[in-house]
């Protein structure tokens, strides 16, 4: 078999499998341009006949729009990716460059904490903000994604991997320690910090359980809450406004994925979280 | 305003400080500062309190006062709760499934992919492509799609005169999610072992081709070893994922029909946030930790004897 063959040769029922693996995304969107009655035709119609652009129109500026939540959730994603960035990239930057009284047990006690599931955490998290009136708030999503201990241990991971000399050579010369972080170490973690970034917007963007448990009225809905909207009380989906809002929100994550491809999939990978 | 604190202080210290030396101590602690105090107000202060409440016998009714410390009361009952053994079960049978299949799927796509193949790049993004998208879009398209009478898997499935209830049924709702979870967690393994496969010993491959080794020994004397600790790494937090997820479970079957998809971790919830025995439940997610735990240990230490015997 030559070359080009055995590459078809696998290439072809590898795209068969692919095919089958976007099957469910092909009908989301061809549902969400369908009329309800259409959705479940036998046998399935992938072709919307006709097109009921309405779908979008309802879910986006209609009476059950969902951009209210959209705004929301970019709201909280803005904050948690910048308070992350921030806060990460100075502890982590510390742990790893600077030294001082009882900084490697502290890290212990860190690398201890992450291990602690989110969900377990849930049930102390939900009373306290009941006490402190962050409980419904869009803060009870934000603060504690603010400041994780996963953000740090990357980047201490990465401040360590550069070379101390740096920093010896810009305190000689009398550089504080602010600037030899700001000005020398941080441009050279640019690639962590859109890696972290990347992580921390995709972590927000798709949260489902910390809205679930800490929001509970509609009018703080992030967009994940909101995609449930279009569940009636007996459990029964509208398919074609279900499915448009939810190709509404797969849309920012899908961008940042096909826009920074590479980079999205190496923090994916060397992190091993979602 | 942590922030602000730390660059105010930094030229003072400037002026003090002889070129060579060393900085001092506080410096580095404001700088962690910031990302600590978050740490301590959301994460550790919580872990100190599910650890207190998971010896109180409390419900959200009581307010705050009606805390009472029970001993381990909360202990002694979930010994006895048909509930959470039944959960028990359930979750190991959701992870003992869900977690290998994936793994093992995982490993042949990462090893076919890893061909020149054409539109090879565009191929990974495409099975990768359901790791990234939220759980509910996913969880109400699969819902409509398993629907039982008229979603799409069953009018495949007709071909074959298998017509699964899925979620309407006791039988079929836990298959359906582990479905679900092989699906969304595939392509991510097939991502891990890829990037493992390009860091595979070339020249051992070299060798096993001049001996006239065929595939499978190859892939069992050069590949399979080379690639364990990422296949333990992959268990490990497949382990952990899937047994702690109760997002797609509330969103989809609520733990039914009757309780056939109450896992360990909705089990939680449900104690938590539905009945809001807040007590009872702060001592399931202590037990469930401890267990998910133990059983992470386990798969780590058999990989590691393992290797040892290589």
Redesign the interface.
């Given at each position: 078999m030559t070359?080009k063959a055995?590459?078809?040769y696998?290439?072809i029922p590898?795209?068969i499998l692919?095919i089958a693996?976007?099957?469910?995304?092909a009908?989301?969107l061809s549902?969400a341009l369908k009329a309800d009655v259409d959705?479940?035709?036998?046998?399935?119609q992938w072709i919307p006949d006709p097109f009921q652009w309405d779908n979008f129109k309802t879910v986006l500026v209609g009476e059950t729009s969902v951009l209210a939540s959209f705004g929301r959730s970019v709201f909280v994603a803005a904050l948690r990716v910048a308070g992350e960035l921030?806060?990460?990239t100075?502890?982590g930057?510390?742990?790893a460059r600077?030294?001082?009284?009882g900084?490697d047990k502290?890290f212990l006690l860190?690398l201890a904490?992450a291990?602690?599931?989110a969900?377990?955490?849930?049930?102390?998290?939900?009373?306290?903000f009941q006490?402190l009136g962050l409980y419904d708030t869009l803060w009870a999503l934000i603060?504690?994604g603010?400041?994780?201990?996963l953000g740090?241990f990357l980047m201490r991971q990465f401040f360590v991997s550069q070379p101390a000399e740096f920093a010896?050579a810009a305190?000689?010369?009398?550089a504080?320690?602010?600037?030899i972080?700001s000005r020398i170490y941080l441009p050279l973690a640019t690639p962590v910090l859109s890696a972290l970034g990347i992580l921390a917007f995709?972590w927000s963007?798709?949260d489902?359980?910390t809205p679930?448990?800490l929001i509970s009225s509609p009018d703080n809905y992030t967009?994940?809450?909101s995609?449930?909207n279009f569940v009636d009380e007996q459990g029964q989906?509208a398919?074609g406004l279900?499915?448009a809002a939810?190709?509404v929100?797969?849309v920012p994550?899908?961008l940042v994925?096909v826009l920074l491809?590479r980079r999205?999939?190496a923090a994916?990978?060397h992190t091993?979280?979602? | 305003m942590t922030?602000t604190a730390?660059?105010a202080a930094?030229?003072a210290?400037?002026a003090e400080?002889a070129?060579?030396?060393?900085?001092?101590?506080?410096?580095?602690?404001l700088?962690?500062a910031?990302?600590?105090?978050?740490?301590l107000?959301?994460?550790?202060?919580?872990?100190v309190?599910?650890i207190v409440?998971a010896f109180t016998d409390w419900n959200l009714v009581s307010g705050?006062g009606g805390i009472t410390f029970n001993g381990l009361d909360n202990f002694a009952a979930i010994a006895r709760d048909p509930g959470f053994w039944s959960a028990v079960g359930l979750t190991l049978v959701y992870v003992g499934v869900s977690v290998p299949l994936t793994v093992i799927l995982g490993l042949a796509l990462g090893i076919?992919?890893n061909?020149?193949?054409?539109?090879r790049?565009v191929?990974?993004?495409?099975?990768?492509?359901?790791?990234?998208?939220?759980?509910?879009?996913?969880g109400?398209?699969?819902?409509?799609?398993m629907?039982p009478?008229?979603?799409?898997v069953n009018?495949v499935l007709d071909v074959f005169g298998i017509q699964p209830g899925w979620f309407a049924s006791s039988h079929w709702a836990l298959p359906a999610l582990i479905v679900m979870a092989v699906?969304g967690g595939v392509?991510?393994c097939s991502?891990?072992y890829l990037?493992a496969l390009q860091d595979a010993p070339r020249q051992l491959y070299e060798a096993a081709d001049i001996d006239g080794a065929g595939v499978w020994a190859k892939f069992r004397t050069i590949t399979w070893p080379s690639l364990l600790p990422t296949t333990v790494?992959?268990m490990v937090?497949l382990i952990?994922?899937a047994s702690?997820?109760?997002?797609l479970i509330?969103?989809i079957t609520a733990g039914g029909p009757g309780d056939a998809t109450t896992t360990i971790?909705y089990y939680?919830?449900q104690t938590?946030?539905q009945f809001y025995r807040?007590g009872y439940?702060?001592a399931i997610?202590?037990v469930?930790?401890v267990g998910?735990?133990a059983l992470t240990l386990l798969t780590w230490r058999a990989q590691r004897g393992r290797a040892l015997n290589d």
């Open positions: 070359d055995a590459k078809w696998w290439g590898l795209w692919a693996f976007l099957a469910p995304f009908w989301m549902t959705a479940y035709k036998i046998p399935m921030l806060t990460a100075m502890a930057y510390a742990f600077m030294t001082f009284k900084r502290l860190y904490t291990i602690i599931p969900q377990l955490l849930l049930v102390p998290r939900f009373i306290y006490k603060l504690p603010m400041f994780t201990v740090t010896e305190r000689m010369d009398g504080n320690e602010w600037q972080f995709v963007w798709n489902y359980e679930l448990v967009l994940p809450l995609l449930t989906i398919p279900t499915m939810s190709v929100s797969i994550v899908l994925f491809q999205f999939i994916m990978t091993g979280i979602k | 922030t730390t660059v930094a030229p210290v400037r400080k070129p060579g030396i060393k900085p001092r101590g506080w410096i580095g602690f700088f962690i910031p990302n600590l105090l978050g740490v107000a959301f994460t550790l202060i919580p872990l309190s599910v409440l705050l076919a992919l061909r020149p193949l054409p539109g790049a191929l990974r993004a495409i099975f990768f492509l359901p790791y990234i998208v939220n759980v509910v879009a996913v109400m398209t699969w819902l409509m799609l629907n009478k008229a979603g799409l009018q699906w392509g991510y991502l891990i990037s790494f992959l937090t952990i994922g702690q997820g109760f997002g509330a969103l971790s939680m919830y938590g946030f807040f439940a702060s997610g202590l469930t930790f998910v735990l």
